[in-house]
């Protein structure tokens, strides 16, 4: 395998925050970019300061929520409110291929970095911004996580219970996902310009990434009217279709039952029992129609056993199921660790942490994570010398004026 990895010599400054820009950057890092990220003690990263924390310590360089999305880049301090961090921002945007950020629309045109004045900078760099709502439009002034542009993508109307409120799935959802739109539109942008020579600026809209995933109810009402809305764990489409308790504290079993093959099968598992047999269980519409009782009738023979054992008894019949795993479970698991799935890296304060690496392998090159995330400020002096090539003199300077904090 070729230690040269295929990003090699991309130059990248990172300029975004929270979870869809920094995952995007530690992408292009574990491939082999050079990602310098700016930072500012006036106003920290919103996931150094976010939990859990590593021994329960809060600290801008002790949460494990930036030590994921953070492998691997360099750490420089600006004070964007000083002038001499003006200077130092104009140099880096010189010295970078791709500019990403993530600030509400109209702030970087405030600094002066529209992307029409960084291309003056630099005439064939790719600019990224990525934001709630896009740079345009009635509410592209719009702020928030990506909790809001979730719930604007119609994902909190679609998780929970028939009669009760929206749930939402976990956490700023689209944010986990939405960050692969970018990266493949740098990618495309960084191909477009080795074969023309040209930048590009690239417009993201959390919202309109996150709609992406809607596709099936979209196109359910586009085409039929229908408007889809929680149903818990259930499916159109199958039945048996749920997460349904198994022995143990908390342990649960996810079930799909998609044909009618698949529900033979699943009744022989539970030894066909005589109340699988009975006239409304013997087809897709009459388990539908009696749902409630199929769920309580498959919970009561699930609780009795171990999820796992019942996991890999279900596959091995044909019919889909898998154990409802924690954290705990996740570590253990015997396929993320044959693929090495878990990176150990070793922090100067944390200590040792494990993040998740990329899902996919190259049979070329290498692409984990190099090293950890860095302490705030880490590598401030390093960038300015050395990619920059400032003196003492400049950096004092830079430290008198307060740029550098």
Excluded at 23 to 44: I, N
Excluded at 93 to 105: C, K, N, T
Excluded at 214 to 242: E, Q, S, Y
């Amino acid at each position: 395998m070729s230690p040269e990895r295929p990003l090699s010599g991309l130059k990248v400054l990172d300029f975004s925050s929270t979870v869809l820009g920094p995952t995007t950057t530690r992408y292009l890092a574990d491939h082999g970019a050079l990602v310098v990220r700016v930072e500012s003690q006036a106003h920290p990263e919103t996931t150094r300061i976010s939990s859990p924390y590593a021994g329960g310590e809060s600290g801008l360089n002790r949460s494990g929520y930036f030590a994921t999305h953070n492998a691997g880049k360099l750490s420089l301090t600006l004070n964007m409110s000083r002038p001499g961090a003006r200077r130092v921002l104009e140099k880096l945007i010189g010295w970078a291929d791709v500019f990403i950020e993530s600030f509400a629309p109209g702030v970087m045109a405030r600094w002066g970095l529209s992307y029409e004045e960084v291309r003056g900078i630099k005439p064939d760099i790719i600019m990224a911004s990525t934001c709630l709502e896009g740079q345009t439009g009635p509410r592209a002034a719009h702020r928030g996580y990506g909790q809001m542009a979730t719930a604007l993508a119609g994902w909190f109307d679609l998780t929970g219970w028939p009669d009760g409120e929206p749930v939402g799935p976990y956490s700023a959802y689209s944010d986990f996902i939405d960050w692969n739109f970018l990266i493949v539109s740098i990618l495309a942008a960084l191909d477009h310009r080795r074969r023309t020579g040209q930048g590009q600026y690239i417009d993201q809209s959390q919202l309109e990434s996150a709609l992406q995933f809607m596709a099936p109810a979209l196109l359910d009402f586009a085409a039929n009217g229908r408007v889809a809305t929680r149903m818990g764990n259930r499916d159109p489409h199958a039945a048996p279709h749920g997460a349904y308790p198994c022995r143990g504290e908390d342990r649960w079993l996810a079930v799909a039952v998609t044909s009618e093959e698949e529900w033979r099968a699943f009744r022989q598992v539970m030894g066909d029992p005589a109340w699988a047999r009975e006239p409304q269980f013997q087809s897709l519409s009459g388990r539908k129609a009696h749902e409630d009782e199929l769920d309580r009738r498959v919970g009561a023979w699930t609780a009795a056993r171990e999820a796992e054992t019942l996991m890999v008894e279900l596959q091995a019949a044909g019919v889909p199921a898998g154990v409802v795993q924690n954290a705990e479970d996740l570590f253990q698991d015997p396929q993320l660790e044959h693929r090495r799935h878990f990176a150990a890296l070793d922090h100067p304060e944390m200590g040792r942490y494990h993040i998740a690496t990329i899902p996919f392998h190259l049979s070329k090159s290498e692409n984990r994570p190099t090293s950890p995330a860095p302490l705030f400020g880490q590598h401030t002096d390093l960038v300015l010398r050395e990619f920059l090539g400032l003196c003492d003199e400049e950096i004092a300077d830079l430290v008198i004026d307060g740029a550098l904090e």
